[in-house]
Structure formats: C-alpha cells, structure tokens
C-alpha cells in the first residue's frame, strides 16, 4: 500500500541534529570546533561519523588519539544500539540538536563493544538480521539468500540507499497469508532505569484463537508497568523511532514497518517528563 | 484508514517537523561550505607550495580560474556519483518491476483458479438447490398425506370410542341381567330350601307316632327327598358360574 511504502521510507530518512563536541579533557594542539551532523536514525553511531572522526583528528597529536567513543551527558552511548534508539532512551526529552560528547582515550571497555572497522558493524548487523529472520521465518529466508543479498542489505544501510536495501528487505518481510504473520515477532524492549539491557522473548503476532495482537498485548505480557491503567497518571511513554504508537497497533505491522534495518522492532520505555 | 496507522503517519510526520525539517536546510548548507572550505585551502596549500620551490607566479585571474575549476570537478564529481546512484537505483526498480509483474501474473494464476473453484461451487449449488426444491416439494405432499391420514385416524379413533361405548353398555346390561337371573336363583334356593326345611319338620311330626308303631309304614321313601335335592344341586349348579363378573 502506497501510505505503507510513506511510513517506511519516514522511518528510514529520519534523521537526529547532533552537535558533537570534544571532550575537555582530551589534549589538542588549538581549540576544537563542534560539530555538526544529521545522523540517520536507522545507522549505527560508529558507521556515520568518519566525518566527525577527521574534523578532531586535525587539532590532535596522533600519539594522543586512541579508539573514538561517545558520550551523552555521562552515558557512554553504545555504538550497537540504533542511534534512535540511543536517542529516544537517552536524550528524547532534551533541547535539539543533540549534544555528544567525542572521546579519544579511556575507553569505557565495561560499557561499550570495541569497534575498530566497519566490518564489526557489518558483522553485528548481519548477525542481528540472521537472529531477526530465526524468529520470523526460521532462518529460511536468510538462508535461502545468496551473499551478494547479504551485502545489499549491508551496502543499503552503509551508503543510506533506501531502494537498495528495501529491494532485498521486502523479502524477509514476507509472510504465509494463512498464517497471518511471523511464526514470533523480533522485538526489543529497552528501559532506563534498569540494568538489564533489554528484554527479548518469544512472542507471536496471533493469539491461539487467531485473533490479531497488538502493542497493548506484547507491553501487558513484557511491561505491564509500562501501561497506564483508567485514571492513572501516565508514567512511562512507550516510544518507536520517536513516536508514541497507540497500544492498539497490530503488532505484526508494527514489526513490518517500524522495524529497524537489523529487522528488530526496538521499543523504548522512557518515564514520562516533569515538566 | 486505520486510526492507529494514521496516528503512526502523523506521529512520524511530527517527528520530522520537530527533529529534522528545521535543521536539514542549515546543516545542509554548513555541510556544503565545510566542504568549499575544504577545496579552498587546498588550493591555497598548493599555492604556497608552489611559490616556495620558486615557481612562476600567478595572477590573480588564474587563481581564481583554478578555483573555479575545483569547484567544478567536485561538482562533476557529485553530479556523476548522483547519475551512478541513479542508475543503480533504476535497475534496481526495474528489477523491482520483474518482481511485481510476476507476483501479478502469480496472482491472476489464483484468480483464474479460485474462479473455476468459484463455478464449480455455483454449479454444486446450483445442484443443491434443484435437490432442496424437489425434496421441499416431496415434504408438502408427504404433510398433505400426512393431514389425510391423521384425520382419518381421528375418526377411526372416534368410531371406535363409540364402539367400545357401546360394547360397555351391552356388557352392563348383560351383568344387569345375570344379576337378576342370580337374585331369583337365590331367592329360589332360598324358597326351595325353607320349603325343604317345612317338609322334613312335617315328615318329623308325622313320622313319630308311626314310628312307635310300625316302623316300616312311617318311612318316607327316599325318592322324594333325593328328588328334592337333586333338584337344588342343579340350580346350584347353573347359578354360580354365571354370578361370576364377565
């Protein structure tokens, strides 16, 4: 449908204002200029910043540089993550652009994966696809594609060529008629004020009745602390790629749409501002 | 459309108008200067160079031709990365219109089969319907028969309750007249018996005094009061079995 084809490609050139800044403490030969950069928020933090790599590297002495990390009002932000995700999680609330913060040294090695290539970021991407398609179709349709696809979609992703990726992408969101969705929806629940990192189990998009589930349904089983109940004040906001979905979402569209490029529905939990 | 799809649209369009359409235009623009700025003081670089190793200086409108022409080859390159990306992205279409066109003609193989399912059906229907009307036809003459028979029932059933009505009555009067017949056997054994009764006493006072005279004159012959017996065993005799109720 054409207002379906509207809401993927919404979701695929969203983008986040980011201003990023050296950190103080790094030693630099003059001042460092922030800055600035619309970062994709389907791309990984690590994949879209070569550019922010090469603006600080200019003021640094090379024997002071070490691995680049980020860092957002003392989160170090974890390259894996979506940066939507790290956004809505961290920072939804907050005055744009975004501010992070540019390390050089200290790498936080208790919070933050290594990524010394791109090839890392290709290899967690392909391997989240993989884990994706083995939830919704047992892995047959990755396994059934040729390597050429895989690199598609990675190329897709890395060059922000929506066409590219979706013309291989619509493939692992097809689905049996008769089945009316996924065998289980890939989805990932993600929350602030825990420390686990996020909670992912099995769950199917039609009931053992065959009816239709939704995003109330999979937050009731999931997070039912996440649901506001009648006169309740609202104390969390359940948020996809920046938006607050109705509870009566069908969950199967939700995760052929709103799905990230890993093919993983990545839910944020966030508590409801003050103010 | 659903509310919940149209909410998602205006949730991402919002979304946009918040956290990316204010931003793109400047951020687009500092990106391009950045990237002038770039070319610039490469130039400048070069320049510099040059006049170190004590080349021939240049003036003023070479400069600036060569700047222009900088600028040029970063716009050429641009533009034909842009015509590359087209391109790509025009097989990519094309490969994508294959991909349609076959699941249409995959679609119209279905249509063409759910059709014939679909006339097969109609007919099968069509079939069920003759059978359903000839059946509803056979049942309203089968109730025709059926009202038919259960009047006749009825009045069979009312002949007969006269019948048996009647056959009571005939049977109470025949137990009226066995009755009767029964009250005059009794009262007749009854008179036959008190008779008998008056008779021996008679015989008694007449045998007495012939007794003490001559005994054999006196005696009465036992014909008679065998006679008399016999006589009421067989009234007896025909009178119980028909006391009995029938």
């Given at each position: ?18 201003c ?48 680049m ?94 066409d ?35 909670i992912?189990?099995?769950f ?72 | ?36 700025f ?18 021939v200086?240049?003036?003023?409108n ?33 490969a ?90 009794e ?37 008679v ?22």
């Open positions: 449908m054409a207002d379906d084809k509207d809401v993927l490609r919404d979701v695929w050139f969203g983008r986040i204002p980011t990023f800044t050296l950190n103080q403490d790094e030693v630099t030969e003059r001042e460092a200029e922030p800055y600035y950069l619309l970062l994709p928020r389907v791309s990984y933090l690590t994949l879209v910043t070569d550019k922010v790599k090469k603006h600080f590297l200019k003021v640094m002495r090379s024997e002071d540089v070490e691995e990390w980020f860092e957002y009002e003392g989160t170090p932000l974890k390259w894996h993550y979506p940066i939507g995700v790290l956004f809505d999680l961290h920072a939804s609330n907050t005055v744009l652009p975004w501010n992070i913060t540019v390390h050089f040294k200290s790498f936080p090695d208790q919070d933050l994966l290594h990524c010394p290539s791109n090839s890392i970021i290709e290899a967690h991407f392909m391997s989240s696809i993989k884990e994706a398609d083995a939830l919704k179709h047992k892995s047959q349709v990755v396994n059934d594609m040729q390597k050429k696809d895989h690199k598609q979609l990675w190329m897709g992703l890395q060059n922000d060529k929506f590219q990726f979706w013309a291989m992408n619509r493939k692992l969101m097809e689905y049996p008629t008769e089945e009316g969705g996924f065998r289980y929806i890939p989805f990932r629940i993600y929350q602030t004020m825990s420390d686990r990192p996020f992912q189990k099995l199917r998009p039609v009931s053992p009745e065959g009816n239709t589930l939704t995003l109330g349904d999979l937050l009731k089983e999931m997070y039912p602390t996440a649901i506001t109940n009648d006169g309740e004040q609202k104390r969390y906001q359940v948020v996809i790629h920046g938006i607050e979905p109705l509870l009566e979402t069908p969950l199967q569209w939700l995760s052929e749409h709103l799905s990230h490029p890993d093919n993983f529905l990545h839910i944020c939990v966030i508590p409801t501002p003050t103010d | 459309m659903e509310t919940w799809k149209s909410h998602v649209r205006a949730g991402l369009q919002q979304r946009d108008h918040r956290e990316k359409l204010p931003f793109v235009g400047v951020f687009t623009s500092l990106s391009q200067l950045e990237e002038m770039e070319i610039r003081k490469q130039i400048l670089e070069d320049q510099s160079k040059s006049l170190d190793r004590g080349g200086e240049v003036g003023k070479t400069r600036l031709l060569q700047l222009q022409l900088r600028e040029s080859e970063h716009l050429e390159e641009k533009l034909s990365q842009t015509v590359s990306d087209l391109t790509s992205v025009l097989y990519l279409k094309e994508e219109l294959q991909y349609w066109q076959s699941r249409v003609s995959q679609y119209r193989q279905e249509a063409l089969s759910l059709a014939k399912g679909s006339n097969t059906l109609k007919a099968t229907l069509s079939e069920i319907e003759f059978t359903a009307e000839s059946q509803s036809k056979e049942l309203a003459a089968l109730r025709i028969e059926n009202k038919r028979l259960h009047e006749a029932l009825t009045q069979v059933w009312t002949e007969k309750e006269r019948l048996v009505q009647r056959w009571m009555e005939e049977k109470k009067e025949e137990a009226d007249r066995l009755n009767k017949y029964n009250d005059t056997q009262r007749w054994q009854h008179l036959a018996k008190q008779l008998k009764k008056h008779f021996q006493r008679e015989m008694v006072k007449e045998c007495v005094p012939i007794v003490t005279s001559s005994m054999s004159t006196t005696e009465t012959p036992p014909s009061i065998q006679g008399i017996n016999n006589t009421t065993d067989v009234h007896q005799r025909h009178s119980k079995p028909s006391l009995e109720p029938t």
